[in-house]
């Protein structure tokens, strides 16, 4: 008996595989060649029909794995197994590893758009983060202890943990900084300097004084990342202002360098 999450990906992929065959005959694809999957004839553009067959594959996949697991319903797969009660399941860490990985994609989108300096930041943030996915997944099942799991994932990312993240916080503010600094007159740089230095040490005591909620921190993250992204965005399209040097007749023309 088909499941609900089944039915899902199974529409799925039957509309990605359709779509695969409408594109492949709109783009000048033969009839034959798209139902053979190339093997006699063309299939018009190679890259979306391609995309969408994979799509279909994918979605089939995975809905006959929603069949085989039965949604992943606990009452389900413990009926197939034959026994009484269902095991419990184990805790998950609270992580900040999704909005840091949406931070990593927005980097790289810009970097793709704009500057190779965010291209490069944004794939090293995604590599970080994930092997933190991978160790974090497999640390929170080593266990039925939420406190042990706590202490094996401590002791694989602890030392290393602590240094990389603030390696990446560090180069990304200085590289996000920079090019504001660059790009706006200096007497906003001195302002926009000010306010931040003052805002991070402001929230840095008031961090140390008061125990925070977990949502209240996220919120902060997140319009931190906004602004950085959003400084990065304004500088990389302006370029570099025109930097005056003592006993030169012109400065650096704006927008040298940029990258």
Not at 36 to 48: A, D, E, N, P, Q
Request: hydrophobic letters at 55%; charged letters at 10%.
């Amino acid at each position: 008996m088909l499941t609900w999450g089944s039915k899902y990906l199974l529409s799925l992929s039957l509309a990605a595989l359709v779509g695969a065959v409408v594109y492949g005959l709109v783009t000048g694809g033969d009839p034959i060649g798209v139902i053979s999957i190339g093997y006699k004839g063309g299939v018009g553009s190679h890259l979306g029909y391609t995309l969408l067959l994979f799509a279909s594959l994918v979605t089939f996949g995975l809905a006959m794995v929603s069949i085989a697991t039965r949604d992943g319903d606990a009452e389900e797969m413990a009926s197939l197994a034959g026994v009484s009660s269902v095991p419990a399941l184990p805790t998950l860490s609270q992580v900040y590893w999704a909005p840091i990985t949406a931070f990593g994609v927005a980097c790289l989108i810009i970097g793709l758009a704009m500057s190779k300096a965010f291209l490069i930041l944004g794939i090293i943030i995604l590599a970080v983060m994930m092997v933190e996915w991978l160790i974090t997944a497999w640390s929170d099942r080593a266990s039925g202890d939420p406190e042990v799991n706590a202490v094996i994932r401590a002791r694989i990312l602890g030392p290393i943990e602590v240094p990389v993240l603030g390696l990446l916080l560090f180069g990304t503010v200085t590289l996000a900084g920079s090019r504001v600094f660059l790009t706006v007159p200096a007497w906003a740089a001195v302002v926009i300097g000010s306010i931040a230095t003052l805002t991070v040490f402001g929230l840095a005591v008031v961090m140390s004084k008061r125990d925070l909620p977990r949502s209240l921190v996220s919120v902060i993250m997140v319009l931190g990342a906004l602004a950085i992204i959003g400084g990065g965005i304004f500088s990389a399209q302006r370029g570099i202002r025109e930097i005056e040097h003592p006993g030169t007749e012109s400065g650096v023309e704006s927008g040298e360098g940029s990258n």
